[in-house]
């Protein structure tokens, strides 16, 4: 049946040269960019800043040569010396602590933040931000030196060496040192090596019943049948979830009224399937499974969208129509030929069966 909806959908839309609207679409004015720029576009980009994110930007382009990022809104540079990444902002954020100044350098650092250490980082200091799920701590200044010595008294803190008031008398100690031109080392440079990113990173727990998991975190599956039975779950919702995001993008763009009916039931019929999937993993007991290849199939469901979003108009809809019905067929054939000859529950097979005729 929806084989015959998409058939008649796109007989219903006029056929537009795909290749020739792709490059057609009007997009918002980008701002410059550049990702192995000289300074002299740094300078572009800098030449109306305020003075002393001005000043900053070029004292780090003086240490480290021109920046890998570069817009009117900042500068960054990746992976020099123990940093991740150094940020110059076109953007003074006033702060009084140690003492009033304005805030808009950046150093970011992989490091993996205890959740019982968070707040008293904030509290430290409320200039520093923590990304636990990428394994990041950053500090923002007004200088490098003050960004390295807010990154020393974090690590202090979190190792347990200082409490969160030693930290803040320790940092205005070092300030009045660095001013007397004494070079304390913990302005100086890390006293701490940053963690490594593969432990850093924290990806976090499901909350949704039934979700699926990574296979590096799942728990060993009860034989080969049941891991099978875990695949073909995890595949059947990525496969919901394709159609959902092919769905809800249709849904913001302007399409004819039967096109865009269409992508509204693929949204919610789709949502309520890969529900509908994840409960039964829970009623037999199996945990769905995200193996590579059915990473690869969000992968490949993200690529074919993308590759749609720059059209408009008719040519959008046609691409979008095609995009379904060819989606379709490979999933019928991935059906057909791997999860359905290979379910090992019953219950289970009866919903794969009931998914091919849907």
Known sequence: MRMMVLTALMLAVPAVSVHAQADHKAHPAQKAKMTRGDNAMAERMIATWPARPKL??????????????ATRERLVWHNQGPFKRITVFNLETPHDFPMPHVDFMEHTITYNVPLDKMEDLI???????????????????????????????????VTGKKSVKEAREAFGQNIDQDVKGMHPPYVMALQFQPHDMKTAAFADTPVIPGSPL??????????????????????????????????????????????????????????HHMVATM????????????TPAVANMQIKGADALAAII?????????????????????????????????????????????????
């Open 56 to 69: 900053g930007a070029r004292q780090m382009m003086a240490k480290y040569g021109a920046p890998q990022e």
């Open 123 to 157: 509290e430290f200091d409320g200039s520093s931000t923590i990304n636990r799920t990428v394994g990041e701590l950053s500090a923002r200044c007004d200088l490098e030196g003050h960004n390295v010595l807010t990154l020393n008294l974090d690590h202090d803190i």
């Open 214 to 271: 990574r296979a590096a975190v799942a728990p060993a599956a009860d034989g080969p049948a049941q891991m099978k039975d875990a695949v073909a779950l995890a595949s059947v919702i990525a496969i919901d979830l394709n159609q959902v995001n092919a769905g809800a993008q249709a849904g913001q763009e302007q399409l004819s009224a039967p096109v865009m009916a269409y992508a509204k039931k693929l949204h919610e019929e789709h949502g």
């Open 279 to 290: 409960k039964l993993g829970e009623e037999i007991d199996v945990t769905p499974l995200i």
């Open 310 to 358: 720059p059209m408009d108009g008719m040519a959008f809809e046609r691409a979008f129509l095609s995009m379904m019905v060819m989606g379709h067929t490979e999933v019928l054939a991935v059906l057909d030929n791997q999860l359905i000859p290979s379910a090992a529950n019953p219950e289970l097979k009866k919903h794969l069966m009931a998914t091919r005729t849907a």
